[in-house]
């Protein structure tokens, strides 16, 4: 049955690996978008470009119209006021027209939106805009004088800035909306033929090319803009999917989570009840409690029995354990203890096997310790399994450390350290993982099922302690268990009563 974390994995590792993919998809899109885009660009750009367009002039819709009568109003100055009012009216309508063109731009259908077909019915209408602005020529008709040359310099001045920063991001539009006045007027004072008129004339074209540039560069900014936003948006996206694929990954986690606990509670019950059977009787059978086998071989058999199903319940109660752990269903049953004692105890229950193997076990007890607050079953088990992979790894005639003392801190302290072969550095963090066994360890000692340390370290977590794990090739291991100082009940100092004295008076 995989692990939760392992199919949160798979579901990772299958998402970068179709990371490429979709990085090959994005740029097939986007350029398909820039072949079918008019700005060469992204085709969804150009809706966009053309409806800020479309918005900058509906917005200056009022101002265009109101600027436009005071032009006239103040050409009429210099002019006939028919020749005024019938400029300003022209202008209006054709403002007009492009206002139209706009509304129904905003109100069609996105869906079935057509760059070039808007993009060409802009540029007709601000063609006409443009024109109704280059009839300021007429002005000179009724005369010539300086005056009215300066106020055509100065309205074509307002012309030019006001449309161009109007269609700053339609490019095709700004020209159009721009140079038949520009170069109309720049016409006419030439012909003129005075210094002040061809300076006049030369500034005008100076200032066309000016706020073309300018609306130029509004236009690469609203590309930009775009850009920063669609990348924005892809950026959401994929922090979308990858929300997404987390919370698909941490269901199937929960989801193999449970399934992984039914399974080791049923199968506990199940594989438990014919073991105690089989250990029961296997042990009957090697002590020949019922009288000697026939055969010889028969005891050998049964000490094979009872030890293979000793290993298999040991494995399958760490299993259990493991799982109530990670499951956070592990409940201490906290109490006072004396590390002291149940180092003493757990050095007596695997002195025989030390003896086995001819191992030395020093003990270095710190007399006179505190007892602490934790559960006494657990530490036991971690003193238990801290010994048991100590004399397993330890070579024939080694010796094995076990001291005891308080730390540095004022907690308190177990370190087991032996002379085996060690572990390389780079495998520490395998072994200290479930089912993990380093390299060196695997060939040099018995198999073992790799979740001793893995239980020790959840349980120093419980105890809100920690686990230490110290190893050098060819030289040894040590490993190291902390207990803070907050779990250690220290001596309090007798609390001596004050009596007062009895004083009997006699008369």
Same mark, same amino acid.
């Given at each position: 049955?995989?692990?939760?974390?392992?199919?949160?994995n798979?579901?990772a590792d299958r998402?970068i690996?179709?990371?490429p993919?979709?990085q090959?998809?994005?740029?097939?899109?986007?350029?398909?978008q820039?072949l079918?885009?008019s700005?060469g660009?992204r085709a969804?750009y150009d809706?966009?470009l053309l409806?800020?367009? =479309? #918005?900058a002039?509906?917005?200056?819709?009022?101002?265009v119209s109101?600027?436009?009568?005071?032009?006239a109003?103040?050409?009429?100055i210099f002019?006939?006021?028919?020749?005024?009012i019938g400029?300003a009216?022209?202008?209006?309508f054709?403002?007009l027209v492009?206002l139209?063109?706009?509304?129904r731009?905003l109100?069609?259908? @996105?869906?079935?939106f !057509?760059?070039n077909?808007?993009?060409a019915?802009?540029i007709?209408?601000e063609?006409?805009?443009?024109v109704s602005?280059?009839l300021?020529?007429?002005?000179? $008709?009724p005369?010539?004088?300086d005056?009215l040359?300066?106020?055509l310099?100065t309205?074509?001045?307002?012309?030019v800035a +006001?449309?161009?920063?109007?269609t700053?991001t339609l490019?095709?539009? +700004?020209l159009?909306?721009t140079?038949?006045?520009t %170069?109309?007027v720049a016409?006419?004072l030439?012909?003129m033929?005075s210094v002040?008129?061809?300076?006049?004339?030369?500034?005008?074209v100076?200032?066309?090319?000016?706020?073309?540039?300018l609306? #130029?560069q509004?236009?690469?900014?609203?590309?930009r803009s775009?850009?920063?936003q669609s990348?924005?948006d892809?950026?959401?996206a994929?922090?979308e999917?990858a929300r997404n694929?987390s919370?698909l990954?941490r269901r *199937?986690?929960?989801h193999?989570?449970?399934a @992984?606990?039914r399974?080791l509670a049923?199968?506990?019950h199940?594989?438990?009840t014919p073991?105690n059977? $089989?250990?029961g009787?296997?042990e009957?059978?090697?002590?020949?409690?019922?009288?000697p086998?026939?055969?010889?071989?028969?005891k050998?058999?049964?000490?094979?029995i009872?030890?293979?199903?000793?290993?298999?319940?040991?494995?399958?109660?760490?299993?259990?354990?493991?799982s109530?752990?990670e499951a956070?269903?592990y409940?201490?049953?906290?109490?006072?203890i004396?590390?002291? %004692?149940?180092?003493e *105890?757990?050095?007596r229950?695997m002195q025989?096997? =030390?003896?086995?193997k !001819?191992?030395?076990?020093?003990t270095?007890?710190q007399?006179g310790?505190?007892?602490i607050w934790?559960?006494?079953?657990a530490?036991?088990?971690v003193?238990? !399994?801290?010994?048991?992979?100590?004399i397993k790894?330890?070579?024939?005639s080694?010796?094995? *450390?076990?001291?005891v003392k308080?730390?540095a801190?004022?907690?308190?302290?177990?370190?087991?350290?032996?002379n085996g072969?060690g572990?390389?550095?780079?495998?520490i963090p395998i072994?200290?993982?479930?089912f993990g066994?380093?390299s060196l360890?695997a060939?040099?000692?018995e198999q073992?099922a790799?979740?001793?340390l893995p239980?020790?370290q959840k349980?120093?977590?419980?105890h809100q302690g920690r686990?230490?794990l110290f190893?050098k090739?060819?030289?040894?291991t040590e490993?190291?268990?902390?207990?803070p100082?907050a779990?250690v009940?220290?001596?309090?100092a007798p609390?001596h009563e004050?009596?007062?004295?009895?004083q009997?008076y006699?008369e």
């Open positions: 049955m995989p692990e939760p974390a392992s199919i949160a798979d579901i998402a690996a179709n990371e993919k979709r090959l998809q994005r740029a097939v899109f986007d350029a398909r820039r079918t885009s700005t660009t969804s809706y966009e409806a800020e367009y =479309a #918005n002039r509906l917005s200056a819709a009022l101002s109101v600027l436009v009568v005071i032009l109003a103040f050409a009429s002019v006939p006021f028919a020749i005024a400029w009216g022209v202008v209006v054709t403002n492009v139209l063109v706009a509304r731009f109100k069609a259908d @996105k869906q079935k !057509n760059a077909r808007w993009t019915s802009f007709f209408a063609t006409g805009f443009g602005w280059a300021l020529a007429l002005f000179t $008709i005369a010539h004088n005056q040359a300066i106020v310099f309205m074509v001045l307002v012309g +006001t449309n161009a920063l109007s700053r490019m095709s539009a +700004t159009m909306s140079l038949p006045m %170069l109309t016409a006419v030439v012909n033929q002040l008129h061809y300076s006049l004339a030369a500034v005008l100076g200032v066309e090319a000016f706020f073309v540039y609306s #130029n509004l236009q690469r900014l609203s590309l775009y850009a920063m990348e924005k892809a950026l959401i994929d922090l999917d694929a919370e990954a *199937e986690a929960e193999a989570n449970i @992984k606990s399974f049923t199968m506990s199940e594989l438990r073991l059977a $089989i250990i009787f296997s009957v059978l090697k002590s020949e409690l019922l009288g086998h026939q055969v010889p071989q028969y050998e058999y049964a000490t094979d009872h030890g293979s199903g000793q290993h298999l319940l040991t494995l399958i109660n760490e299993l259990l354990d493991l109530r752990i956070g269903k409940d201490l049953n906290e109490e006072v004396s590390l002291e %004692l149940i180092a *105890e757990s050095l229950m025989i096997r =030390a003896n086995a !001819n191992v030395d076990l020093i270095n007890i007399p310790l505190p007892k934790g559960d006494e079953r530490v036991r088990q003193m238990l !399994n801290l010994l048991s992979n100590a790894f330890t070579p024939q080694g010796q094995i *450390e076990v001291t308080r730390s801190d004022g907690g308190q302290i177990i370190s087991i350290k032996d072969p572990i390389p550095e780079n495998e072994v200290l993982a479930s066994q380093g360890a060939k040099t000692a073992g790799g979740l001793g239980i020790v349980i120093m977590e419980l686990f230490d190893s090739v060819r030289f040894g490993a190291i268990c902390t207990f100082r779990r009940m220290d001596a309090v609390i004050r009596q007062d004295r009895l009997i006699s």
